[in-house]
T-cell receptor, first 116, second 114 residues
Framework: AQTVTQSQPEMSVQEAETVTLSCTYD???????LFWYKQPPSRQMILVIR??????QNATENRFSVNFQKAAKSFSLKISDSQLGDAAMYFC?????????????FGQGTRLTINP | DTGVSQDPRHKITKRGQNVTFRCDPI?????LYWYRQTLGQGPEFLTY????????KSRLLSDRFSAERPKGSFSTLEIQRTEQGDSAMYLC????????????FGPGTRLTVL
């Protein structure tokens, strides 16, 4: 079974600095999808960024980028120029390709605090 | 369209009672998912529908849990004979078909079993 591990329960960063959140996963599949979701306090979960495993190029979305290391099964999220609104729980998630299970498998989450 | 909606947002019940939650997905989404999230943890998958067909169920979904999606529109999740261990946030998500498709999440229903 696929598993996702986030080894950092909490992280903090100064406003405008850069922070990297770690995620490792385990799968025997060669094709899959990886996601980072953000869950602000008392608000619903939203997608931050996604990565297709067949793509070698790391995904970027404005201030958010990933470092996808397929052989190491590592998928870290880098947030540049951190803003107060980035404070939230961040979840790494795995999903099999379309012919497989459609569920998202989530890690335990990392609580990110932004210090002004 | 305003996104995925869930009702109620909060539910307090006594142990042994039955509860039912509703999820309204984004209108053009044919896939609907239920997850359960306990405090400080990531969401865990419960079940998934494509249109009205329930295609996948987690072992977490005991026989006290049942989900339906009549006519492939809204979905209900019922928990019978609630237990204190059922206290959690119940999240609904929807998506279009396709592996890379984003799952859009609702605000969740927080269940407290006394």
């Amino acid at each position: 079974a696929q598993t996702v591990t986030q080894s950092q329960p909490e992280m903090s960063v100064q406003e405008a600095e850069t922070v990297t959140l770690s995620c490792t996963y385990d799968t025997s599949e060669s094709d899959y999808y990886l996601f980072w979701y953000k869950q602000p306090p008392s608000r619903q979960m939203i997608l931050v960024i996604r990565q297709e495993a067949y793509k070698q190029q790391n995904a970027t979305e404005n201030r958010f980028s990933v470092n996808f290391q397929k052989a190491a099964k590592s998928f870290s999220l880098k947030i540049s120029d951190s803003q107060l609104g980035d404070a939230a729980m961040y979840f790494c998630a795995y999903k099999a390709p379309d012919q497989g299970a459609q569920k998202l498998v989530f890690g335990q989450g990392t609580r990110l605090t932004i210090n002004p | 369209d305003t996104g995925v909606s869930q009702d109620p947002r909060h539910k307090i019940t006594k142990r042994g009672q039955n509860v039912t939650f509703r999820c309204d997905p984004i209108s053009e989404h044919n896939r609907l998912y239920w997850y359960r999230q306990t405090l400080g943890q990531g969401p865990e998958f419960l079940t998934y529908f494509q249109n009205e067909a329930q295609l996948e169920k987690s072992r977490l979904l005991s026989d006290r849990f049942s989900a339906e999606r009549p006519k492939g529109s809204f979905s209900t999740l019922e928990i019978q004979r609630t237990e204190q261990g059922d206290s959690a946030m119940y999240l609904c998500a929807s998506s279009v078909a396709g592996g890379r498709s984003e799952q859009f999440f609702g605000p969740g229903t927080r269940l407290t079993v006394l």
